[in-house]
């Protein structure tokens, strides 16, 4: 059996480029420990009817060198700038489910189990540094592949920060000192949720109740993932709304804004240039302060 545990993460998306910048910048710093390279395949599960994905819950199993793991996760929530949720992982001896394993997490007993089968895979080169400042650690890691539904592919290139101990705080310190490197964009979009949409079975939708700095980061987050211009608008109305915010970090929010407006697809107006991923950052950091 395996407890659950709770992840505290910041991902950020970026161009390939920019992800060779940041790991060259990363080994730079003191404090910094090069873990190496590991190849991973991770296969997701759900039903036939999605049960899984309409409970925002993931399961997979990950294959790393002659190693299974099984790994169960709820989506939790973005909590000043990072994403919280619970975790259960398990050991296993093949790629194969094991439903037992499920007893004592939030699926134990579900009528659906047996209908389990594979949905789509993530399959990436992930290399890990470890950041290590003061009291504060934190597991790096940079992950480059693609995410495969059926005939269906995706580039996947992204950029992880996971608490291990100290201040949660850290996570969004490196992440502004990365912003500063090279082009990032803090998205809410789990690897999970992009093979559902590579697999035709997930569209972002806008949230009930959202405050405005969440509701802009989803847009910007659907946007990237969908390239539909309805979340390009909602998201420049959700940055005209921040006109008046003053303060480190918001001097570029005019230029952001004319950016968006004259991109024609996300990657031109979030990632060709690094202002959108500072903004982002330092909006974190001003409502951590409030």
Not at 202 to 223: D, I, M, N, T
Request: hydrophobic share 45%.
């Amino acid at each position: 059996m395996a407890d659950a545990t709770r992840e505290l993460e910041l991902k950020l998306t970026l161009l390939p480029n920019a992800q060779a910048a940041q790991t060259d910048w990363l080994l730079r710093q003191t404090g910094v420990k090069d873990l190496g390279e590991r190849h991973l395949v991770n296969v997701y599960f759900d039903t036939p009817t999605l049960a899984l994905n309409q409970q925002r819950i993931a399961l997979r199993v990950r294959q790393v060198g002659e190693r299974f793991i099984q790994t169960l996760k709820t989506k939790g929530a973005f909590v000043d700038g990072a994403h919280q949720r619970q975790e259960w992982e398990w050991p296993m001896t093949s790629a194969g489910l094991d439903l037992s394993l499920l007893a004592d997490t939030p699926l134990g007993g579900s009528a659906f189990l047996a209908a389990l089968e594979p949905v789509f895979e993530t399959n990436f080169t992930r290399r890990v540094l470890l950041l290590q400042e003061g009291d504060s650690i934190i597991e790096c890691a940079l992950d480059r592949g693609e995410i495969i539904a059926g005939a269906n592919r995706m580039p996947l290139c992204e950029l992880e920060l996971e608490l291990k101990a100290g201040d949660p705080g850290a996570i969004q310190a490196w992440g502004r000192r990365l912003a500063e490197q090279a082009p990032v964009l803090v998205n809410l979009i789990s690897k999970a949720e992009q093979g559902y949409f590579l697999a035709g079975h997930y569209q972002p939708r806008p949230q009930p109740a959202e405050g405005p700095l969440l509701a802009l980061f989803r847009a910007a987050s659907a946007w990237w993932l969908t390239g539909d211009a309805v979340w390009c608008e909602r998201l420049q109305a959700a940055l005209g709304s921040l006109r008046e915010r003053s303060g480190e970090g918001f001097a570029m929010l005019g230029a952001v804004i004319q950016r968006i407006a004259e991109a024609g697809e996300p990657e031109a107006g979030l990632l060709a240039t690094p202002e959108f991923g500072q903004l982002q950052l330092a909006m974190l950091a001003a409502e951590k302060s409030e």
